[in-house]
């Protein structure tokens, strides 16, 4: 099927996507967000053509009638780009460029490219190089073939095409292993910082771009991060102080979000950012519940995390947008039936603040332990540890010794190793001094 569309701005662009058996299901959803990719980017989508197949053409993904139809929209329109919904091969795209005559990106390279747009910062503006560099090394083949064709013949040996992809790939291999020991540095960095956070909960915020992560840190913290309706506004890390009444403080951090079929290669390159989340006590899990594909949201995120090593970091589903829902309390009770601890918010309502963070205390103090210490009064340097790391209800000031009654939680347990025992609790505990 191509249908097309009459509305049209410069530049324009088309789409194009194979569907094989058993994707049919999201294959118009997959489309959609195709769009909405090629719309961060500014391209007009003129038209798009859809073809079903049991396998993709091995020379060139989509069937040859097919492509000649989408000759014909590219002239029609005037197409400067033609974007394909699947990921080619190098041969592959190259066959189609030349048989279309003009640019042919697939999904990866949408997004390295909506990636490279969006950078703000020195280590995403690494990251995104790398994926890039990485994306484009075995491309590199199609990119100086005319001057083989110009100048090659019969008879003639080595073409100049061939030897300038021999330098470039070698330039593109330095490049890699340049930006790969920068990132290392980068992530060194990082672990010191990690360090120095490791006395708080950090709680990090995870799900599908665009599904209000941002919007939800700066209606959490009062910060004022970048928050955009398009795909991918976010691709750094930001890392803020929740105010609750939590021992140990609350971090919470927002990062990049997700999307299906994310680039291997950006998910490796983006190790450092994503360490966040790997590392987190707790994850926020935001969903944006307006959305007609949000369970397909839900699960890619899943999948996400079970690819960068998250899969066992807690989880507390957060369904946001909940004031475009059109049945705002019936759809509350079927989400919180089938999402047991779910909360449903609004992440431009201020009420959103006091549900999270309640939920959010209320987990860090899950597992916590009441107990009274004695702290000998040789040791009363001590006494600001637990000021600092436990919640304490009493100091009773004694002859022999202080008594604290404090709350610990279990993620503190370590600063008390010396006043809790190994195996049996009691009541009272004591430092010897
Ligand atoms: N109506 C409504 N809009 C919201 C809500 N939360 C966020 N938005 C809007 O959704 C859009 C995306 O919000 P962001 O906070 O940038 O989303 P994100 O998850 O950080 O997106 P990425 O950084 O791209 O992954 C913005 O236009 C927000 O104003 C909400 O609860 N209700
Ligand atoms: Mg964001």
């Keep these: 099927m191509i249908s097309t569309n009459t509305s049209r701005e410069p530049p324009a662009a088309l789409l194009a996507a194979v569907t094989l058996p058993g994707a049919a299901a999201h294959a118009e959803d997959s489309l959609c967000e195709l769009a909405d990719l090629a719309d961060t980017l500014g391209f007009a989508i003129a038209a798009h053509a859809v073809q079903a197949r049991p396998a993709p053409d091995p020379g060139t993904y989509i069937g040859h009638g097919k492509l000649e139809d989408l000759r014909g929209l590219v002239h029609q329109y005037d197409a400067e780009l033609v974007i394909f919904d699947n990921d080619l091969s190098p041969r592959q795209s190259q066959n189609i460029e030349r048989q279309l005559g003009c640019m042919v990106w697939d999904r990866t390279q949408l997004i390295l490219e909506i990636f490279a747009r969006h950078v703000r910062t020195a280590e995403a503006r690494v990251q995104v190089e790398l994926a890039r560099m990485q994306y484009m090394l075995p491309r590199l083949v199609g990119m100086w073939a005319h001057l083989d064709r110009e100048r090659g013949g019969i008879g003639t040996s080595r073409g100049m095409g061939e030897k300038q992809i021999q330098i470039d790939r070698r330039m593109v291999r330095a490049r890699i292993a340049h930006l790969q020991k920068e990132l290392q540095r980068i992530e060194t960095e990082r672990c010191t910082q990690r360090k120095q956070r490791s006395n ?15 919007t939800l840190m700066n209606c959490l913290t009062g910060s004022s991060v970048h928050v955009a309706d398009k795909l991918f506004a976010t691709l750094d890390a930001t890392t803020r102080a929740l105010d609750c009444m939590a021992k140990p403080a609350v971090v919470l951090t927002d ?23 790997r590392e987190a006590d707790l994850l926020l899990h935001v969903i944006d519940v307006s959305h007609p594909d949000y369970e397909t949201h839900i699960s890619t995120t899943a999948g996400v995390l079970n690819e960068i090593g998250a899969a066992a970091v807690p989880r507390m589903i957060i369904f946001n947008k909940i004031d475009l829902s059109r049945h705002d309390a019936i759809d509350r009770l079927m989400l919180e039936k089938k999402h047991p601890g779910c909360l449903c918010v609004s992440a431009l309502e201020e009420s959103a603040r006091n549900t999270i963070i309640d939920a959010v205390t209320t987990r860090v103090h899950e ?37 604290i009654d404090c709350t610990i939680s279990p993620l503190m347990r370590r600063h008390f190793t010396h006043y809790l025992p190994k195996t049996h609790p009691k009541q009272h505990h004591g430092l010897s001094g």
Excluded: W
């Design 255 to 277: 990062t990049v979000g997700f999307i299906r079929n994310l680039p291997h290669s950006l998910v490796a390159s983006f190790r450092s950012t994503l360490e966040h989340v």
């Design 200 to 214: 708080c909960f950090q709680v990090a915020l995870v799900g599908y771009t665009n599904a209000g992560k941002s």
């Design 367 to 403: 597992g916590c332990i009441s107990r009274t210490i004695r702290l000998p009064y040789s040791k009363c340097d001590a006494l600001a540890d637990f000021y600092a790391y436990s919640i304490v209800d009493n100091v009773d000031y004694r002859e022999d010794a202080m008594y």
